[in-house]
């Protein structure tokens, strides 16, 4: 199960005579500070989830996010597990920076958050190589995970008023969409993305947008939800990619 066990003697007069105990500061995760609610909504997601694999069992063990003595309620949704989450949810928690290999590339990583979108998890943290916040996929993950020594070695930025979109939530490296959305979706577009993103508004009242985009099949099934009312001008490749992909749904 993964749990510590140290064996000693029990008294000294009778060396005989051993037990175990638990080492706390070998088990345990820090006390995260959790309200009672919290706590409560931790526990309802234990029994409501089915988290395959030990590790993620196991992290919610050791936050006290363990199940009634009656047995859990019946699972209405399974996640699958990662090899990785237990040591990457422990370092969050710990404050400690990792290491990894992904895409071919070391990479070293103040870890902040891990998430759960379209059946995978995703570890959201500051990829110190490229100075920016970056998303990377667990199962992408190529070499296991080398944990730093120093604890609490970084401060986690404040959390976002609101997730990622599904575009940003990849582990790809970015690139900077130009969306050309007509006039009559040109308002929802905008408001959805926000002013920032706005490049040029056209005399006949389309806009091009700015996306920036870590996640190629998400920034598509956006683009496809405009139907005929919204081109991808630049970069090249991601048009091209947009061309093939709808030609691939309507062959000929």
Same mark, same amino acid.
Request: charge should be negative; charged fraction near 25%.
């Given at each position: 199960?993964?749990? *510590?066990?140290?064996?000693?003697? +029990?008294?000294?007069?009778?060396? !005989?005579?051993? /037990?175990?105990? &638990? ?19 931790? #526990? ?29 309620? *019946? ?7 990662? =090899? ?7 370092? &969050? ?6 290491? @990894? ?7 070293? +990583?103040? *870890? ?6 379209? !059946? #995978?998890?995703?570890? =959201? %943290? ?14 992408? &993950?190529?070499?296991? $995970? ?14 976002? =008023? ?8 990849? /582990? ?10 007509? =006039?009559?979706?040109? !308002? ?33 099934? @956006? $683009?496809? %939800? @405009?139907?005929? #009312? ?12 947009? $061309? ?9």
């Amino acid at each position: 199960m993964g749990v *510590p066990v140290v064996v000693e003697p +029990v008294d000294d007069a009778d060396p !005989g005579t051993v /037990g175990y105990r &638990i080492p706390k500061d070998a088990y345990y995760l820090a006390d995260p500070g959790l309200a009672a609610d919290e706590l409560a909504a931790l #526990h309802l997601a234990a029994s409501a989830v089915r988290l395959e694999g030990a590790d993620g069992v196991e992290a919610l063990w050791k936050l006290g996010g363990e199940v009634a003595e009656e047995g859990p309620a *019946p699972a209405v949704a399974a996640l699958p597990g990662q =090899a990785h989450q237990g040591t990457l949810f422990a370092s &969050i928690s710990e404050r400690r920076r990792v290491g @990894f290999t992904y895409r071919g590339k070391v990479r070293r +990583v103040e *870890p902040h958050r891990l998430s759960f979108h379209n !059946g #995978h998890w995703y570890l =959201a %943290g500051s990829d110190l190589g490229a100075g920016e916040e970056r998303s990377f996929r667990l199962d992408r &993950i190529e070499s296991e $995970v080398a944990v730093e020594d120093e604890t609490a070695s970084f401060e986690r930025p404040p959390a976002s =008023a609101s997730p990622a979109p599904p575009w940003e939530t990849g /582990g790809a490296e970015p690139v900077e969409a130009q969306l050309l959305v007509d =006039a009559d979706q040109a !308002g929802w577009a905008t408001g959805h993305l926000g002013a920032a993103s706005v490049l040029a508004r056209r005399p006949d009242g389309s806009t091009v947008l700015r996306v920036r985009v870590t996640n190629r099949d998400a920034f598509r099934s @956006f $683009v496809l %939800g @405009f139907l005929d #009312h919204a081109e991808v001008l630049e970069p090249p490749d991601l048009r091209a990619e947009m $061309v093939a992909w709808l030609e691939a749904l309507c062959p000929a």
